[in-house]
């Protein structure tokens, strides 16, 4: 069975046509292995196709390029190209988006496209380059060679599958959590330093959920009295805490939210916390955060036993920590 096209370069529409799926794709908001399997091929493949199709529409030749070539260069070309137009749209107001991205590099597509098409057929019918399938079945085979193609035709479509299978499938990213405090002013910035006895003072604690599952968060929050210098009989830098008493514990469940950077940052969970301190001194305000729940501690009890096992950043099990310097007159 012969296969061929020789009316029409079918290799630059079916290009065409795919480009316009992707287009189609991206600004109906589709996400997900579909956009990746259609936007793959117009990151590393068409845009550098159709510049080789435009300088070589024909045959091989002493002056052309075979199929083998083409398909290189094509790769080769398009890793070059695509960053090139990143590099230029970086000097524009539009700047490097997905819209102006996909958009310049559709527009460069079909201009290479149009001019491929008017070089193709400016040749003779002969010296066009078209694609050629030669489809043969032996007829004499012995069970040996009946074998092998049939093993080398399964390995064709395995390798096939397992290509298709690694492309689509969404990859999981890093797993992490967001953990921060802000401000009574919603920003970073203006935190309280210097309180009075049992003044108050706001800040905003927040929370988003990176971790591909739902999770179920606690924060405790501790008030240290502690101090920091050198041990000349151990030789190292040592912390020692006088004083650790619980404050507060927050929970809260929350969903995975998936990390998008084309869209604007959003706060997942932000709680306003009023703080009241009743004692005088110069503190560590902690904020410990667990992955689950954690044990229940009594207010006005001094934890300072449970100190090292709950701060050191060497032996604690809190997932994340944060901390204020507070000075309470």
């Not at 083409?70 to 398009?78: K, V, Y």
């Not at 000097?91 to 991205?101: D, E, F, R």
Request: glycine residues 4%.
């Amino acid at each position: 069975m012969h296969l061929s096209y020789q009316k029409y370069p079918m290799t630059i529409f079916a290009c065409l046509v795919w480009s316009l799926l992707t287009l189609i794709i991206v600004f109906a908001n589709i996400i997900g292995p579909v956009r990746v399997f259609f936007g793959l091929p117009i990151v590393l493949f068409i845009p550098g196709y159709m510049l080789v199709y435009a300088l070589f529409p024909g045959k091989k030749t002493d002056e052309g390029i075979d199929i083998i070539e083409r398909i290189a260069l094509s790769l080769g070309l398009s890793l070059a190209i695509v960053p090139l137009i990143g590099l230029g749209l970086n000097y524009t107001p539009w700047g490097i988006n997905l819209t102006p991205i996909i958009l310049s590099l559709e527009l460069f597509i079909f201009c290479l496209a149009s001019i491929a098409i008017y070089r193709w057929y400016q040749l003779p019918s002969s010296k066009r380059f078209i694609i050629s399938i030669d489809i043969k079945f032996p007829k004499h085979e012995n069970n040996i060679d009946k074998a092998l193609t049939i093993i080398l035709a399964a390995s064709i479509i395995i390798a096939a599958s397992l290509l298709i299978y690694v492309i689509i499938t969404p990859k999981t990213g890093e797993k992490f959590t967001e953990f921060y405090l802000l401000g009574s002013k919603g920003i970073a910035d203006d935190y309280p330093q210097n309180l009075t006895t049992n003044d108050t003072a706001n800040v905003i604690i927040g929370i988003v959920n990176h971790e591909y599952k739902q999770m179920n968060y606690t924060i405790e929050l501790w008030l240290v009295n502690q101090s920091y210098g050198y041990n000349e009989s151990s030789g190292q830098n040592e912390t020692t805490y006088y004083q650790a008493w619980f404050l507060d514990s927050l929970s809260t469940n929350l969903d995975h939210t998936p990390i998008d950077i084309e869209i604007e940052w959003q706060p997942q969970w932000e709680k306003n916390y009023t703080l009241s301190i009743n004692r005088t001194g110069d503190f560590k305000l902690l904020f410990l955060l667990y992955k689950n729940q954690t044990q229940t501690y009594d207010k006005n009890i001094n934890y300072q036993s449970l100190a090292n096992q709950k701060f050191d950043s060497e032996k604690t099990d809190a997932y994340r920590s944060l901390h204020l310097w507070i000075n309470v007159i």
